[in-house]
Structures are given as C-alpha cells and as structure tokens.
C-alpha cells in the first residue's frame, strides 16, 4: 500500500515530461500523501489527552476508598463484639439469666439501622465498581497502544539517517 503511495505522489511540476525521462521525486510530498490517511486517526487519538484530567481528578477521589476500609474495619469489629449478645438471646443459658427487654430492643433496633445503613452504601459504591469494571475493560481495549507507541518509535529511528 505504501509502495504506491510513493508511485503516486507528485513529482515536480518544473521537469520535462518525455516520454523516457520521469519527473524528480519529492520526498515532502511522497509522506504527505501517506501519512494523510493517518491524519483523521491522529485527531482522534489526541482526543485522550482531554480525558486525562477527569481522570486524574477520579484518581484523587479513590483515596476515600482508604477512609472507607477503616470503617468496614471498625464496623466488623462491632459486629464481633455484639455477635455473642445476639446469639445468647435464643440459648438455653437466657431463661435463667433475662436481659431486660429495653436492652433487647435496642440491640435490636441499633442491628437494624446499621443493617440499613451499610445496604445504603453498598449500594452508593456500585457506580465506584461499576467503573472499576469499565476500567478494567478499557485497559485491554488500550493494550495495543503502548505496543504500536512502541513500534512506531522503533520505525521512526529506523528512518533516522543522521
């Protein structure tokens, strides 16, 4: 393909068109007419510099991700620490030591709200993991990327004659 763009590219309008003698090549013009067709493609690839920011700005919101590890972390540790309270309600050991009823309820009511409480962000953070997702398949779609960055710089100092 490239073998005739070359052919193609215009030659210099200042030589003698005979019937043995060709016009002198122009190299300018023999990339031009190469690189033309990548052109749209390199436009478009620029287009990801523009993503890099918002980007950038997501990467700084994962931090909290931190902050909300050590809470799962406390929260676990609570639910250790009232597991055995819960538990002892429907033993044998309970009729002959009784909580009173308030402290039951309110065991029951405080298991209640933090059950809705972590639903409510579990839920909150399934944009975060869908994201995560997308992420993921992103990074296999832009594999080729640094192999053909790769690539093409190896072509281009293969085109240095200096």
Same mark, same amino acid.
């Given at each position: 393909?490239?073998?005739?763009?070359?052919?193609?590219?215009?030659?210099?309008?200042?030589?003698?068109?005979?019937?043995?003698?060709?016009?002198?090549?122009?190299?300018?013009?023999?990339?031009?007419?190469?690189? $033309?067709?990548?052109?749209?493609?390199?436009? &478009?690839?620029?287009?990801?510099?523009?993503?890099? @920011?918002?980007?950038? /700005?997501?990467?700084?919101?994962?931090?909290?991700?931190?902050?909300? /590890?050590?809470?799962?972390?406390?929260?676990?540790?609570?639910?250790?620490?009232? $597991?055995?309270?819960?538990?002892?309600?429907? &033993?044998?050991?309970?009729?002959?030591?009784? /909580?009173?009823?308030?402290?039951?309820?309110?065991?029951?009511?405080?298991?209640?709200?933090?059950?809705?409480?972590?639903?409510?962000?579990?839920?909150?953070? @399934?944009?975060?993991?869908?994201?995560?997702?997308?992420?993921?398949?992103?990074?296999?779609?832009?594999?080729?990327?640094?192999?053909? /960055?790769?690539?093409?710089?190896?072509?281009?100092?293969?085109?240095?004659?200096?």
């Amino acid at each position: 393909m490239v073998g005739r763009e070359l052919e193609a590219a215009p030659r210099g309008a200042d030589s003698p068109m005979g019937e043995h003698c060709k016009p002198p090549f122009q190299p300018d013009r023999a990339v031009s007419a190469v690189f $033309e067709q990548v052109k749209p493609l390199q436009e &478009q690839v620029a287009k990801i510099a523009y993503i890099l @920011e918002p980007m950038r /700005r997501l990467s700084e919101l994962a931090s909290l991700f931190e902050s909300l /590890r050590e809470l799962e972390v406390k929260v676990r540790d609570l639910a250790q620490v009232l $597991e055995p309270m819960h538990t002892s309600q429907n &033993q044998p050991v309970r009729q002959q030591f009784t /909580r009173p009823r308030p402290l039951d309820e309110q065991l029951d009511q405080l298991s209640l709200a933090f059950g809705e409480s972590l639903s409510q962000l579990a839920t909150a953070l @399934e944009p975060a993991s869908m994201l995560q997702r997308r992420f993921a398949d992103l990074a296999t779609a832009f594999g080729p990327a640094k192999t053909l /960055r790769q690539e093409f710089s190896a072509l281009a100092q293969s085109f240095d004659r200096s």
